[in-house]
């Protein structure tokens, strides 16, 4: 990921196997297939631009919280989130870097993006998903980091 949130350092992914799991004998995710990661991409996207029949048509409701974000009152159901995307007009956001992880049909997809207000400075973003293979992917969870620092 070109920019990640790790001021330069490795990332994640660069890092050997004994530090990316806690428990040495269960083996780590794979990378994310490539639909994986762009279903999240396209539907972040859709999301930021309002575009709620496409995020409906690729997400699945488990019922309760599909959504949170940084700020008070955002655990949002699917439902939730989809009245908010309605209410609000969209906010224009930088392309949205991600990579990801994958166990057979589950696959954790996370990035960065920058969103540009009306006023201010832009606001960095960290984006995290989780997506199910349902004969094609589709995102059971969002979660927002909003103005967080890109630092680990």
Not at 34 to 59: G, M, S
Not at 61 to 87: M, Q, Y
């Amino acid at each position: 990921m070109v920019g990640n949130h790790n001021g330069g350092r490795p990332g994640w992914l660069e890092h050997p196997i004994e530090a990316r799991t806690a428990c040495p004998s269960v083996p780590c995710m794979d990378r994310a297939p490539a639909a994986a990661l762009e279903t999240a991409r396209a539907w972040i996207l859709a999301a930021q631009a309002r575009d709620v029949d496409r995020v409906l048509a690729h997400a699945v409701d488990l019922g309760g919280v599909h959504t949170f974000a940084s700020g008070p009152d955002t655990n949002l159901t699917l439902d939730e989130l989809v009245a908010h995307l309605r209410a609000h007009p969209p906010v224009p956001m930088d392309a949205v870097e991600v990579e990801g992880r994958c166990r057979g049909d589950v696959a954790w997809v996370f990035g960065t993006a920058q969103v540009r207000l009306p006023e201010g400075p832009p606001l960095a973003m960290r984006i995290s998903t989780v997506l199910v293979d349902e004969g094609g992917w589709k995102v059971v969870h969002l979660h927002l980091s909003e103005g967080v620092a890109h630092e680990v």
